[in-house]
């Protein structure tokens, strides 16, 4: 079974652009979260999709944004980009259910100037 | 507010030795708990869980302890094999009526296995 997959893997922008970063989640699982993960913050929750409708979010700015198609596949966005915007953003598919384990994709490694 | 704290943000351990990694949470409504590890230039990989309605569960050579009265649980790696250097987060989930949830994951520590 193919894992799951990220793209761009790397991408540099620069402040007041805006940035679309894409995730292909497992075949068969309908739940896709994104995560931005800092030196010292950990993996910060963004939000989750499941079955095209965001069923969470996370406390982050207006600026980010994501959608989900019908296959699963999830999108997110981020307008306006500023210098603290840079980060490693991953994305996890699960079933989604509670307890279900969630798979993570390598990460889109994003750098603002 | 830091809802999930691994307060090491690193811990050198000798092979094959105990290595046991700390995590602390806040939330009381917490009720599954993880564990992820991971490499550079990769996503995390899931190690193992825990629900709230046991206090130990045990795979392989890695075993998670959850303390529910402290909000503690740990992870311990017994023999730590120089393989097991990486970024190890802890992740907390709480089930609501409506049946979703989102995981909460700790800073991380960064283990390092010596040989």
């Known amino acids: 079974k193919a894992g799951v997959t990220q793209t761009p893997r790397y991408l540099i922008k620069t402040r007041g652009q805006q940035v679309t970063l894409s995730c292909s989640p497992i075949?068969?699982?309908?739940?896709v979260s994104w995560y931005q993960q800092t030196p010292g913050q950990g993996l910060q929750f963004l939000f989750e999709y499941f079955s095209e409708t965001q069923r969470n979010k996370g406390n982050f700015p207006g600026r980010f944004s994501g959608r989900q198609f019908s296959n699963s596949r999830s999108e997110m966005n981020v307008s306006t980009l500023e210098l603290g915007d840079s980060a490693l953003y991953l994305c996890?598919?699960?079933?989604?259910?509670?307890?279900?384990?969630?798979?993570f994709g390598p990460g889109t490694r994003l750098t603002v100037t | 507010d830091q809802q999930v704290k691994q307060n090491s943000p690193s811990l050198s351990v000798q092979e094959g030795r105990i290595s046991i990694l700390n995590c602390d949470y806040t939330?009381?409504?917490?009720?599954?708990f993880l564990w992820y590890k991971k490499y550079p230039a990769e996503g995390p990989t899931f190690l193992i869980s825990i629900s709230s309605i046991k206090d130990k569960n045990e795979d392989g050579r890695f075993t998670v302890f959850l303390n529910k009265s402290a909000k503690h649980l740990s992870l311990h790696i017994v023999p730590s094999q120089p393989g097991d250097s990486a970024v190890y987060f802890c992740?907390?989930?709480?089930?609501?009526?409506?049946?979703?949830?989102?995981?909460?994951f700790g800073t991380g520590t960064r283990l390092k296995v010596l040989a």
């Open positions: 992740a907390a989930s709480a089930g609501s009526p409506t049946g979703t949830y989102k995981y909460i």
């Open positions: 996890a598919s699960s079933l989604g259910d509670l307890g279900d384990e969630q798979y």
């Open positions: 075949s068969g699982h309908r739940s």
């Open positions: 939330n009381s409504m917490f009720d599954y």
